[in-house]
């Protein structure tokens, strides 16, 4: 149901992304004296972590300030409904989800206590926020009834996850959730919902924010703080506004604008699982990586994956006008993505760019005055 909000508020919603982007900006070099102060830097290790050099990890900290101040300044001056249980429980649960990042970022939490804080979160986002306690599927209205709690809490632990999982590479997180959160602005506009339509444009400023210090190679790293920020924001804006609309399949718009990382998520827990692994342990199957090791550099591979969001994102914008195009399009985009995925096992991969050493190491990318020893050690000739 199209119910485009006005064009002031069109506007309201430009000026609030550019305050988030231009804050976050102007705070990211600040989190990296922030971070190395703390420790809280990332250290290459020649396996999965290959930047040239130790690299702050709290620039999720830049991201959440400028995402607060440009709520702020909505609340205050752009007609947002200070009052209103979504809001308040989406601001107190972003303010928990960068606690528990922060202090990741800083001391390493493990990996199952972090799950028991999301699912803590999620939990009570559900009671005070609101569930998801109808949707649409196929022009029909589905009542979730007993399953509303569990299927939110499973949904909103799903994105933060997803999102998570997706910060892999220099840019990658920022670039998918810059894309997502715009056209999720887009849909909220056509919708009518303004206030969805606000807070998915600020999340779209922050992230774009970042990404200049966050492209390869990157200067800083978004971290939990950031990540799960991201996650936990749009997982909020599907349970609070898109999932319960009234188009013939409401249900599938956000899983569309955030397909790639869902499906990447998905598929490597069940080869994690098929594997014996924990599938909280980190390694080598995410899409990302499959496509560095066929050979493609770290910019192509970030530009593959974008280019996958934006067709996913405007299957998700055709959902309001032809269901069943939509659904064909993403499907096929998303069978390529899987292909590519496996195509490792059928095409030998290209031989690497780095140098391997004697002693373990390697020399990364262009500088080869930087070493890297088999701790992980960063030494500079």
């Not at 202090?103 to 493990?110: G, S």
Request: proline share 4%; glycine share 10%; aromatic share 10%.
């Amino acid at each position: 149901m199209i119910d485009i909000i006005s064009t002031i508020q069109i506007i309201i919603c430009a000026v609030l992304m550019l305050v988030a982007f231009l804050c976050t900006l102007a705070f990211t070099p600040v989190t990296c004296m922030i971070s190395r102060k703390l420790g809280a830097v990332d250290k290459p290790d020649g396996g999965r972590k290959k930047h040239a050099r130790p690299t702050p990890r709290l620039g999720g900290l830049a991201m959440m300030v400028g995402f607060f101040v440009a709520i702020g300044a909505a609340l205050l001056f752009a007609g947002v409904d200070a009052q209103s249980p979504q809001i308040l429980t989406m601001i107190c649960g972003t303010a928990a989800i960068c606690l528990i990042g922060i202090i990741d970022d800083i001391f390493n939490l493990p990996a199952i206590f972090k799950f028991i804080c999301q699912i803590l979160i999620a939990t009570a986002t559900a009671f005070f926020g609101g569930a998801i306690t109808f949707t649409t599927l196929f022009g029909s209205t589905i009542i979730l009834g007993n399953m509303s709690i569990p299927l939110t809490v499973a949904w909103m632990v799903l994105m933060i996850n997803a999102m998570n999982l997706l910060d892999g590479l220099d840019g990658l997180a920022c670039s998918v959730a810059g894309i997502g959160t715009f056209v999720t602005a887009i849909i909220a506009a056509l919708m009518g919902y303004y206030d969805a339509a606000i807070i998915a444009a600020v999340l779209c400023g922050a992230a774009i924010g970042f990404f200049p210090l966050n492209s390869h190679p990157a200067k800083v790293f978004m971290g939990d703080t950031g990540s799960m920020m991201l996650g936990y924001v749009v997982s909020c804006l599907s349970i609070f506004w898109l999932m319960k609309g009234v188009t013939y399949l409401s249900i599938l718009v956000p899983s569309l604008i955030f397909a790639f990382p869902l499906i990447d998520m998905i598929s490597v827990i069940f080869e994690r699982t098929a594997q014996g692994k924990s599938i909280f342990k980190a390694d080598r199957l995410h899409m990302h990586y499959k496509l560095l090791d066929l050979g493609l550099s770290y910019s192509a591979t970030v530009t593959v994956i974008d280019i996958a969001t934006v067709i996913f994102g405007g299957c998700a914008v055709l959902m309001l006008f032809n269901p069943p195009i939509a659904l064909i399009i993403a499907a096929v985009v998303a069978l390529f993505m899987i292909l590519i995925k496996h195509a490792g096992k059928f095409i030998k991969p290209k031989e690497k760019k780095e140098e391997q050493t004697e002693e373990g190491g390697y020399k990364g990318g262009e500088n080869k005055n930087v070493f890297v020893d088999d701790k992980g050690n960063v030494i500079e000739r």
